[in-house]
């Protein structure tokens, strides 16, 4: 999938062994994402690192504008 970020916003980074490990800051552009039930939406990000958002922020973020899917 293809997403815009209009607004940026904080995700949430993994660890190697799929733990939280902090925050990641998602700037505003163009990213390719998927999503995971488990996971919620996996966002690459340029530096090769991968953002994570639950289903719930992923909801909001397209109901408040900052965030838009271009292409499944």
Request: net charge negative.
């Amino acid at each position: 999938m293809h997403i815009h970020v209009n607004n940026g916003f904080l995700g949430r980074r993994h660890s190697a062994d799929d733990l939280d490990s902090g925050f990641s800051p998602i700037s505003p552009g163009d990213y390719l994402a998927s999503f995971d039930p488990n996971k919620g939406l996996s966002i690459q990000k340029e530096t090769g690192e991968t953002a994570y958002i639950k289903l719930a922020q992923f909801e909001e973020k397209i109901a408040l504008g900052a965030l838009i899917v271009l292409a499944i």
